[in-house]
């Protein structure tokens, strides 16, 4: 398949590696390893300076060795070159903006053993300088084009935060003592005292009564003012041309915004306080959000889901509004597929959007006039058109655009994009995978049980050879609302490394194919999603390459679950590894955070049990031979170790081969090194000796014990 300039361009990072002798060979590249997850580094959060001749961004990175996760921020000349490091290692930083006058970058960070607070670095050099001094974590931040203010996003603070910032503010700087120490615990004992209907949620825990609001920041004066206020969240504040009015999205539509899925966009004067009258601009009972101006200040532009029956299965569409409010166009009701991050052109005109199209996602244009008068299918463009992944762009006020873009081969850098131009600006990862040798994802079409055309993409082992069968490894994804995409995965290419053939099927559930496509699972998870998987496998063998005697199969959240439904139905694989899956979906309605998604898709579970049992693979479990591996996080609120446990609990009652593998103070994301070493060296293990019965133990070996002298 012909990928086109971008892809040429990547390609010829891997012909022409930095600092290699004309007279020496490189050395040959090497499989992919566990460890190299590691030196991945992930770039992203695309900033272009007013002027367009920097581009600002973010680096994370992953140290086992330390076992902590860091984030640094840079800068890079458009017109290409050296990057340059903004930010120190050793302390977190992110979400760098500049200012509008392009001499100062304002990021996050928490430093100093302090709350997470909004820092200013001169473009010219020298320490960053703590700008604002909150009670509480700063969540969010955006400048007012003036560039005289900030606004926040700021949660209301707890009682403790708050004596704590009076302490800060009357006491002497001390070490802290024994009794700060006792003092804190003593603090952390207290209970949670419930009243919300929705009372949970992952990498938070118990929700109380604080909520999220905006809050003006005077830059010269350093003093802050609350704008809105109530039992009601506001986050993603935008602020108007002339830096006189912010628009927000807020669930604050309804008496108790726990119990629907509506939220709007809003507009509040910037400069009244929390008193000032605030503006609905919107009114759609779904979900409406990521508000932007058009730069004449006319327009504001969203992202909406019109049937809020449908919560997350609904496309999201991009459309516009008069700031003043009135009736709104879609602009991408004819597209059927979710578009997401809406921006103007400097002319107000057109719209910039990311669409999610067929296993890729693409940046498209629609002028902003779309929809009046007759329809021209000419009006829409997409910018790239190779197989590929736009996960976030900048749109500087000259036109000028940085987009981040990964490609199966190639994590996430950023590129300059101009008419059909694509100039690769950052290579942070090219040191490493020149050493690498690597698969390319196929992107394959197959149809399933029913002749439902499916789509997913398949990884042949490094070293393949035509005619040839290998192991071969499932990999249902999450969701089930999401997709496999055109991006690069360590985990397919650790798999691939080590001899197998990789499925990544997008089933019926997945977005990128429309809403009837997405809606197909609805209230009927583990049927066409289950046919949809098997007919991969089902292709893969027919094409030769999937030994159908050595299958496995894993996923991780909806893949778990599914992980769970498949080994319920069929015994043709070898061994299973279900990662944060569920089993009885009943025992988990108040346990997780989706009692709202439960209670719109299959109803009450005291009212409408046959529903829920038939979601639930739990029902099934006695049907269960395959040797499977459950694994989660004790305190994952999105997807609780509990249904892990259930089929661990109920299977080795049943003598089958099974193991339960928990790890301590892991969220649904896993966020230590140490940990995600952990899980892909057992994933390995498991499959080599349950798939490939090489005779390699079930359990990685443990670690030496580290010297104590």
Not at 63 to 92: F, H, Q, Y
Not at 236 to 247: F, G, I, R, V
Not at 367 to 381: E, L, R, T
Not at 514 to 528: E, S, V
Request: net charge negative.
């Amino acid at each position: 398949m012909k990928l086109g300039s971008l892809a040429i361009l990547l390609a010829a990072v891997i012909l022409l590696p930095t600092g290699a002798s004309a007279q020496s060979a490189p050395p040959s590249p090497r499989p992919i390893t566990v460890d190299d997850y590691f030196q991945i580094q992930t770039v992203h959060d695309p900033q272009l300076s007013p002027d367009a001749q920097w581009v600002a961004y973010a680096v994370d990175k992953s140290t086992v060795k330390t076992d902590k996760n860091e984030t640094r921020i840079w800068i890079i000349p458009t017109s290409g070159g050296d990057a340059l490091p903004m930010t120190v290692e050793g302390v977190s930083s992110s979400h760098p903006r500049w200012s509008p006058d392009g001499k100062f970058l304002a990021f996050l960070s928490e430093r100093n053993e302090g709350k997470t607070q909004v820092w200013l670095l001169n473009r010219q050099g020298g320490e960053a300088q703590q700008l604002t001094d909150t009670p509480q974590d700063v969540e969010d931040f955006a400048w007012s084009p003036d560039g005289r203010r900030l606004v926040l996003v700021l949660r209301d603070p707890t009682p403790e935060e708050l004596d704590a910032a009076k302490e800060k503010s009357t006491a002497p700087s001390h070490s802290p003592s024994a009794s700060d120490s006792d003092d804190k615990k003593s603090k952390s004992k207290k209970p949670w005292i419930i009243d919300r209907l929705q009372f949970k949620v992952d990498e938070v825990g118990y929700l109380d009564r604080r909520r999220t609001h905006l809050y003006v920041f005077e830059v010269a004066k350093k003093s802050l003012t609350q704008v809105t206020s109530g039992d009601f969240d506001d986050a993603e504040p935008a602020w108007s041309p002339d830096s006189k009015l912010l628009a927000f999205t807020s669930n604050r539509s309804t008496p108790d915004p726990d119990a629907t899925y509506n939220s709007d966009i809003w507009v509040v004067s910037a400069s009244n306080g929390k008193g000032a009258h605030l503006t609905q601009v919107t009114t759609n009972p779904g979900t409406d959000t990521s508000a932007t101006w058009s730069p004449d200040g006319q327009w504001i532009a969203y992202v909406t889901q019109l049937d809020p029956k449908l919560f997350d299965y609904a496309t999201k569409h991009v459309a516009i509004v008069p700031s003043t409010g009135g009736e709104a166009r879609i602009l991408t009701l004819f597209l059927d597929r979710n578009s997401i991050e809406p921006r103007f052109t400097p002319d107000s005109k057109s719209v910039y959007f990311i669409a999610d199209m067929d296993g890729t996602q693409q940046l498209c244009q629609l002028p902003a006039s779309f929809g009046q008068g007759s329809f021209q299918m000419g009006n829409f463009v997409c910018t790239i058109h190779d197989r590929l992944m736009v996960n976030n762009y900048s749109l500087g006020t000259t036109g000028a655009m940085a987009a981040q873009i990964a490609t199966v081969d190639r994590p996430d850098e950023l590129f300059m994009i101009g008419g059909n131009q694509y100039k690769q600006l950052t290579h942070v990862n090219d040191a490493l995978l020149s050493q690498l040798k690597l698969t390319h994802g196929e992107y394959v079409h197959f149809k399933s049980k029913d002749g439902t055309p499916v789509s997913g993409y398949l990884y042949k082992p490094v070293d393949y050879i035509s005619g040839k069968r290998y192991p071969t490894l499932l990999i249902p994804h999450g969701g089930p609302v999401w997709a496999y995409y055109a991006e690069f995965s360590h985990l397919a290419q650790l798999y691939a490394a080590n001899g197998y053939a990789v499925l990544f099927p997008n089933p019926r559930g997945s977005t990128g194919y429309g809403q009837d496509f997405c809606k197909a699972i609805f209230a009927d998870w583990g049927n066409k999603d289950f046919q949809d998987d098997m007919a991969m496998v089902d292709y893969a063998i027919e094409q030769g390459i999937a030994d159908p005697d050595k299958l496995g199969v894993g996923g991780w959240s909806y893949g778990g679950i599914s992980t769970d439904f498949i080994i319920t139905q069929t015994t043709r694989f070898k061994a299973a590894i279900s990662g944060a899956g569920a089993a009885e979906f009943s025992s988990l309605y108040g346990h997780d955070q989706y009692q709202k998604d439960y209670e719109t898709e299959l109803g009450f579970p005291w009212e409408n049990q046959a529903a829920w049992a038939k979601v639930s693979p739990f029902r099934n479990v006695a049907k269960v031979t395959t040797p499977t591996l459950f694994m989660g996080g004790n305190i994952d609120w999105n997807v609780p170790i509990l249904g892990g446990e259930q089929m661990y609990q109920a299977l080795k009652r049943l003598g089958r081969t099974t193991e339960l593998v928990v790890y301590p103070d892991e969220y649904h994301e896993f966020s230590l090194p140490s940990h995600i070493q952990d899980r892909l060296e057992r994933n390995l293990a498991w499959y080599a000796h349950f798939v490939k019965a090489d005779g390699t133990p079930t359990r990685p070996a443990e670690p030496s014990p580290k010297s104590t002298d």
